[in-house]
């Protein structure tokens, strides 16, 4: 069964850092060739896309966190990592992995981390 879990999140000061890691477990319907992102979701707001990496190291960021947030991936351990410094209250939310199987149109969601940032 495949599975992502993610790990790291917990309560940060306001210009601290966290690094979040999510874990591949299982099986994926991917015939090697996926995108692997992260979301969150604030209380009370849509879903939003943040960073992702391609099978092949391809990598994307959204506008709200440039120049903060670094995505990476380690193939071997299967896993991919959010680095993220300089954090406002506004990062604080559940942050989610995902996986997105190219070639065969599947997609995996984890249950998610929360992340929280005070002042």
């Known amino acids: 069964q495949a599975q992502l879990a993610e790990s790291g999140g917990g309560s940060v000061q306001a210009g601290g850092s966290l690094k979040l890691s999510c874990v591949r477990t299982?099986?994926?319907?991917?015939?090697?060739?996926?995108?692997q992102s992260w979301y969150r979701q604030a209380q009370g707001k849509e879903r939003e896309f943040i960073a992702g990496i391609t099978n092949d190291g391809q990598i994307s960021y959204a506008d709200p966190i440039k120049g903060r947030f670094a995505i990476s991936q380690d193939s071997a351990e299967k896993t991919i990592y959010l680095q993220m410094n300089t954090m406002k209250s506004e990062d604080t939310a559940m942050y989610f992995c995902?996986?997105?199987?190219?070639?065969?149109?599947?997609?995996?969601w984890g249950q998610g981390t929360q992340v929280t940032v005070f002042s």
């Open positions: 299982g099986s994926f319907r991917c015939r090697d060739v996926y995108d």
């Open positions: 995902t996986v997105w199987c190219r070639a065969t149109a599947v997609g995996y």
